[in-house]
């Protein structure tokens, strides 16, 4: 029942995630942290199609991204833009503002592993304006 509510949740908020491109979301894993009361993680994969971008949002989560194939351009507000590669790993925490979230490239896909530790049942994106 859990995984069925994400699944929708996740349907929900791609088309809104990605100005002109769809992304492919997959859930993997989501677990209740025992060990944090109120806390979960949530294991996802991302799929940019080539010239994918995000809006600006935060997840009020703390937020570990961890590149799987192309490459993806990353910043937060107040950090530094960085062009990310297969192996290559990004933070975002709760209080951070994501400004720039985009595939590097016009003509291949980017592929990334989101992990996210959140609060028991909050959204997975949050729009900033």
Known sequence: MKIAKLILCLIW?????LIGQE???VPLLSKDLTDLPGKEGLMITVEYPPGASDPVHRH?????????????????KGGREVTLMPGQTFYEGPNDIHVIGRNASQTKRAKFVVFLVKDKGA???MPVN
């Open 13 to 17: 908020l791609t088309p809104g995630w």
């Open 23 to 25: 992304a492919k979301v």
């Open 60 to 76: 009020n989560a703390h937020g570990f991204i961890y590149v799987l194939e192309g490459s993806i351009v990353m910043q937060v």
């Open 123 to 125: 959204p997975v994106l």
